[in-house]
């Protein structure tokens, strides 16, 4: 797995490229870690190169909702593919996860503005199946 990081502005952006699973997915919740202490007013993490996840993946996505809610740091997750985007179903995940289609989208959500962005379930969901 590939990792980069951005900003634009006071909002971080990390771009994930190819699977997060057990072996691959520690870059990218230490990522989360640092950004989540940082002073950051926003978090974007944008899966559009992440063509496999597994449950250690779907972990770490929890992990960073529930991280960036403690600090108070919106977070967004951009460009879900549809092999993770079908896990993220099974688990019913869909909605308690700050989905945008874009980047952009993210960018233009977290400035108070119309964009392509799901509507978030605060209740964690029952019976998910992985």
């Known amino acids: 797995m590939d990792l980069k990081r951005t900003f ?3 909002v971080a952006v990390l771009h994930v490229q190819g699977d997060v699973d057990l072996f ?3 870059s990218l919740k230490t990522a989360i870690l640092e950004e989540t202490h940082a002073d950051n007013l926003g978090l974007i993490i ?3 190169g992440v063509n496999y996840m597994d449950s250690s993946g779907v972990g ?3 992990m960073a909702r529930s991280y960036c809610e ?3 740091i919106p977070l967004r997750i951009t460009a879900v593919q549809e092999p ?3 896990v993220l179903e099974l688990t019913k995940l869909l909605n308690y996860l ?5 980047t952009e989208d993210a960018l233009l959500d977290l400035a108070g503005s119309d964009a392509d962005c799901n509507e978030v379930d605060d209740n964690p969901p029952e ?3 992985m």
Do not use: A
Request: charged share 30%; glycine share 20%.
């Open 46 to 48: 944008d899966l559009g």
């Open 98 to 102: 700050p989905l945008c289609r874009t």
């Open 24 to 26: 691959q997915g520690t």
């Open 8 to 10: 634009d502005g006071s």
């Open 84 to 86: 993770v985007r079908r």
């Open 70 to 72: 403690k600090k108070n």
């Open 60 to 62: 770490i996505l929890l």
């Open 127 to 129: 019976g998910g199946r």
